[in-house]
């Protein structure tokens, strides 16, 4: 397992694995499968190179498995927050500590940022498996979001607002 920020030259592999996540977890990502395969290469080599966002991957064996990114607020008054957005781990590599070690990184690395006072992220209420892991590395639940997606079948999904202070 290695872990580090993703840069523009690793843009294929991001886009493969983004697909991927959004093709196998729709309940996870706001766009559509559909949405998200317009986007080609150049959408994330120009998200990588943003300077207010760093996307982080875990690779097993060069290959990468699993991918984050936080959003810092580029706003002067709002810099002090960051959004944790795009969690993926492929299902194969799950239960094996790489979800843990990639937060605990993230978090580590937000850390460093003097800047930084504060992480959110949002999950669908139902993924308790990833609510678990954000509460044991220090988020706390702020609020209860209903009906935040509306799924193509019609049925909506809530999420959770979660917060961690740096």
Known sequence: MDIRKLTANDASAYLTIRHRAVREEPESFSPTFEEEQKKDVAV?????????????????????????????????????LAQIVGV??????????Y?????????????????????RLSVVDSMIPAVRLYER????????????????????????????FL
């Open 44 to 80: 994330y080599e120009q998200q990588l190179s943003n300077p207010f966002t760093t996307t982080y991957g875990i690779f097993d064996n060069g290959e990468l498995v699993g991918v984050t990114t936080l959003e810092q607020n580029p706003y002067e008054k709002m810099k002090h």
């Open 88 to 97: 993926y781990l492929a299902p194969e590599h799950r239960g094996k500590g």
């Open 99 to 119: 979800s843990k070690g990639l937060f605990q990184f993230v978090v580590d690395d937000a850390r460093k940022n003097p800047q930084l006072e504060q992480l």
């Open 137 to 164: 590395m220090g988020f706390e639940i702020l609020c209860h979001d209903p009906k935040v997606m509306k799924m193509p079948d019609g049925h909506y999904l809530n999420e959770l607002q979660m917060i961690c």
